[in-house]
Nanobody
Framework: QVQLVESGGGLVQAGGSLRISCAAS???????MGWFRQAPGKEREFVAS????????RYADSVKGRFTISRDSAKNTVYLQMNSLKPEDTAVYYC????????????WGQGTQVTVSS
């Protein structure tokens, strides 16, 4: 089984920065780690993803240039560095794993709240 645990959320002022983490345990088998977010009353949306093995990344247009996803393979941990935060970035942030060969994200964390005040 795979377990994903997010941490590092909190309250930050607009323009500030925050880094959230996702620690993965279990049988990961490569694949991709993604960050998603869900704001109140809105659907969950993709934020960023990174491959475990090659480090290739992808970002939603809304966060390009402000957020950076990275991974520490030795620690099985993925990070999301969020800079120049805006109130519209306020959401619960979830990490998820899409294992190699899977067509969708198979495992999800419990989420961490990020609140950006104006």
């Amino acid at each position: 089984q795979v377990q994903l645990v997010e941490s590092g959320g909190g309250l930050v002022q607009a323009g500030g920065s925050l880094r959230i983490s996702c620690a993965a345990s279990g049988r990961i088998f490569g694949g991709y780690m993604g960050w998603f977010r869900q704001a109140p009353g809105k659907e969950r949306e993709f934020v960023a993803s990174i491959s475990w093995n090659g480090g290739s990344t992808r970002y939603a247009d809304s966060v390009k240039g402000r957020f950076t996803i990275s991974r520490d393979s030795a620690k099985n941990t993925v990070y999301l560095q969020m800079n120049s935060l805006k109130p519209e970035d306020t959401a619960v942030y979830y990490c998820a794993l899409k294992r190699l060969g899977s067509s969708d994200y198979d495992y999800w964390g419990q989420g961490t709240q990020v609140t950006v005040s104006s």
